[in-house]
């Protein structure tokens, strides 16, 4: 079923397996970016497709306990991750099943999965990070 | 640099106004600020209307027109500006470089919001960007700050709390707050939780009011009254977007402080009240640290220490701030600047900073990767 959802928005991320992010880098500035500019906004060169890493560690997240947007579990957790490798921190979902596992630089892996709606009100993928239990702090 | 300076300026009460329209509300506040300048509306020369939400939640476009006719304003340049939360500021510092430019003469700045809306839900930055769509709204932005800067300088709940009951205390002396009455730091704490740590009473409420002001070139505002308030400094910054935020911190606060305290030839230490973006209670304590009332980290310690209440070493929010006066987007930063006036002409009622001489308004709007969107900072002096 899963792979009969679109994702949230197109072309951010590849359903897999594996799940992956598609970011760009500038091969100029040697900067990455995600979700991909159009163009680098530090030179204007163009910017090459590139797969962001897989796993980083929590910066940072907040956990909403009232109505959620989109149909998003209630409560759920969302915040940044620092791609180390890739020198950037997004902003992500976190995985809605552990919540009480979430913690500041807890190592933390990419997923995709059926996760509330779109701006149309239909089920949707979005990518979230699951914390590796028992994971370096 | 030609010199300006504010010669009126008014506002209405803060809070739910459902039967009054939005051209009413920023109406008002004109009529009222025309009218406290001693000017007639012939004399002013160009006029800026900030507003937020007015296209979405009511369709309605070029309302600074309306406001400003309704007003007897009519024929001159008229601009209406969005800048999220900073709105009337980015018009403030518009109005202000259509005056030092030697353009203009004489400008007003309204601005007005009606946001209290049945079912209006959490307010989010735009359907189509991906933080919105991945379930980022307004206050797991802050939450997300508010945890960091907990665990990073141990910041604790409590000092976030007496942000809240702080700002509450100051609105008892505000006529014009939306809540007044006196809150603790217990009732702050165990309010309804919204995203951890803050609690509904660490959120500001959603309002409708106006609020506007009359600026002048300060070689001519003796003409009209003779308490003028010079602006030593207007600044607006937008952000970085490294994607590498450090988010315990206000940059945005940081780099636009620098410029406005230079720009003044003032420092921190020469202030003697300030107005924040406080629209969390985390916000008012990162927004100390940016501003350079302490140094980042120590913010939860200074609004422990008392130093930030009225009464002691530097007010921060005599108005009760946006936590307790209310927070009608486009209205909220003419408002700090309203105060402002209010404060060095000795006009500020009971919570009148005494001998108040220089004054800092301070507001920050929207975010992307991390970084403040729009961040705008304004010093007076009387």
């Given at each position: ?133 028992g994971g370096e702090q | 640099m030609r010199q300006v300076d504010i010669i009126g300026a008014d506002m209405t009460a803060f809070g739910p106004q459902i039967e009054t329209p939005l051209v009413e509300l920023g109406a008002r506040a004109a009529i009222g ?184 070139a300060a070689e001519l505002s003796n003409r009209f009254t003779s308490k003028p308030i010079h602006v030593k400094a207007s600044v607006l910054v937008s952000g970085i977007y490294d994607q590498l935020p450090d988010l315990f ?134």
């Amino acid at each position: 079923m899963t792979s009969e959802l679109k994702p949230v928005k197109e072309g951010i991320f590849e359903v897999g397996p594996p799940p992956r992010l598609r970011g760009a880098i500038c091969p100029e500035c040697n900067q990455k970016f995600f979700p991909r500019p159009m163009v680098c906004p530090h030179c204007l060169g163009e910017l090459q497709d590139v797969y962001l890493s897989t796993e980083g560690k929590v910066y940072t997240y907040a956990i909403l306990r009232v109505k959620p947007p989109y149909k998003l579990p209630r409560p759920y957790a969302v915040g940044w991750v620092h791609l180390e490798a890739d020198g950037i921190k997004i902003h992500t979902l976190f995985d809605p099943e552990k919540l009480s596992d979430l913690d500041f630089g807890r190592q933390v892996t990419l997923r995709v999965g059926a996760i509330g709606v779109d701006n149309n009100g239909d089920s949707c993928l979005r990518y979230y990070f699951t914390p590796q239990v028992g994971g370096e702090q | 640099m030609r010199q300006v300076d504010i010669i009126g300026a008014d506002m209405t009460a803060f809070g739910p106004q459902i039967e009054t329209p939005l051209v009413e509300l920023g109406a008002r506040a004109a009529i009222g600020a025309i009218k406290n300048a001693g000017i007639k509306p012939s004399q002013i020369n160009i006029g800026f209307f900030a507003n937020m939400q007015a296209g979405n939640i009511t369709g309605e476009f070029t309302v600074g027109q309306n406001i400003l006719w309704e007003a007897g304003v009519n024929r001159i340049p008229v601009f209406n500006v969005e800048n999220a939360c900073t709105s009337g500021a980015s018009a403030f510092n518009l109005a202000w470089t259509s005056i030092i430019s030697g353009m203009y003469d004489v400008a007003i700045v309204v601005g007005a919001e009606k946001l209290v809306v049945p079912n209006l839900g959490l307010l989010q930055a735009g359907a189509t960007e991906l933080n919105v769509l991945e379930g980022g709204v307004v206050i797991t932005n802050f939450a997300s700050r508010a945890n960091l800067h907990m665990d990073t300088f141990g910041t604790t709940k409590e000092q976030l709390a007496m942000v809240a009951v702080k700002n509450r205390q100051h609105a008892g002396m505000n006529p014009l707050a939306q809540f007044r009455k006196p809150i603790t730091v217990e009732e702050v704490l165990n309010a309804p939780m919204m995203a951890d740590p803050l609690t509904k009473l660490s959120c500001c409420p959603n309002a409708d009011g106006g609020a506007a002001v009359v600026l002048c070139a300060a070689e001519l505002s003796n003409r009209f009254t003779s308490k003028p308030i010079h602006v030593k400094a207007s600044v607006l910054v937008s952000g970085i977007y490294d994607q590498l935020p450090d988010l315990f911190k206000f940059e945005e606060d940081l780099r636009a402080g620098s410029m406005a305290y230079e720009m003044a030839g003032l420092g921190p230490e020469d202030l003697h009240v300030v107005e924040c973006h406080d629209a969390f209670t985390i916000c008012e304590i990162m927004h100390y640290e940016g501003l350079g009332l302490c140094p980042v980290g120590e913010g939860g310690r200074l609004v422990e220490s008392g130093a930030t209440s009225l009464g002691g070493k530097i007010p921060v929010n005599p108005t009760g701030g946006l936590l307790s006066k209310g927070h009608p987007l486009g209205a909220t930063a003419v408002a700090q600047i309203v105060e402002g006036v209010r404060q060095l002409r000795g006009e500020a009622g009971d919570r009148q900073v005494e001998g108040a001489k220089v004054y800092l308004a301070e507001c920050m709007g929207a975010e992307k990767f991390g970084d403040a969107k729009t961040c705008t900072i304004i010093i007076l002096q009387n």
